[in-house]
């Protein structure tokens, strides 16, 4: 079967850090990625992971540990606009040399003032 | 350079109706993919078209078809509505490799 689990809500203060973790059980496994999600909105690309360690971008970052079956998506310097969903995805083998993704239920994230 | 568009942007129908959502992908990209996404939920994957050819199917039924056009464009068709059929339908696109992924704003389809 395949599983991905996160944490449903989490709520941080503007300006500090937060640690959002993704857990997964999958058939196969050919990278992480973590996604973006304003309400009523498309889902937009953050970060991708196929290898084991930390991938940094801006305010934002990254980890994997394949072994352990677990990624965390790190948000740095918090704003107001980081309020949104984060979605974890992992992709999988899908007969012959196609993959598909498969999505966690996301992450709701209260940024406070 | 357009990214993925979608239309309708949102739609109301009534239980056993017929619908056709329609996607463009960004330019440069030959696949698309279809998800449902239900209020507080992951997107779920639908289907996946490639060369005018569905790839690859999720855990939907038979009631969910698709079509790709030759300039890479992408039709979503659901049959004999059910009110839990009510989500948002996300299309999203690439070219090769899910690295490259782009989604497009949805369809926010209600069904009464």
């Known amino acids: 079967g395949q599983n991905i689990d996160q944490p449903t809500e989490m709520t941080a203060t503007e300006g500090a850090i937060v640690q959002i973790n993704c857990t997964y059980q999958t058939s196969g496994f050919n990278g992480l990625f973590w996604y973006q999600q304003h309400a009523g909105e498309a889902p937009t690309f953050l970060s991708y992971?196929?290898?084991?360690g930390l991938e940094e971008k801006g305010r934002f970052s990254s980890f994997l540990s394949r072994s352990k079956g677990y990624s965390y998506l790190l948000l740095k310097e918090l704003q107001m606009k980081d309020s949104a969903s984060y979605l974890c995805?992992?992709?999988?083998?899908?007969?012959?040399?196609?993959?598909?993704?498969?999505f966690g239920t996301g992450t709701l994230l209260a940024v406070q003032p | 350079d357009a990214g993925v568009t979608q239309s309708p942007t949102h739609l109301i129908k009534t239980r056993g109706q017929q619908v056709t959502l329609r996607c463009s992908p960004k330019?440069?990209?030959?696949?698309v993919s279809w998800y449902q996404q239900a209020l507080g939920q992951g997107p779920q994957f639908i289907f996946q078209?490639?060369?005018?050819?569905?790839?690859q199917r999720g855990n939907f039924p038979d009631r969910f078809s698709g079509h790709q056009f030759p300039n890479y464009s992408s039709e979503l068709n659901v049959n004999a509505l059910l009110l839990g059929d009510s989500a948002l339908y996300l299309c999203?696109?690439?070219?090769?490799?899910?690295?490259?992924?782009?989604f497009g704003p949805g369809t926010r389809l209600t069904v009464t």
């Open positions: 995805a992992v992709k999988v083998p899908w007969g012959g040399a196609t993959n598909k993704l498969i």
């Open positions: 330019s440069g990209h030959d696949t």
């Open positions: 078209y490639y060369e005018e050819e569905e790839r």
């Open positions: 999203a696109s690439s070219s090769g490799d899910y690295y490259e992924q782009y």
């Open positions: 992971n196929v290898l084991d």
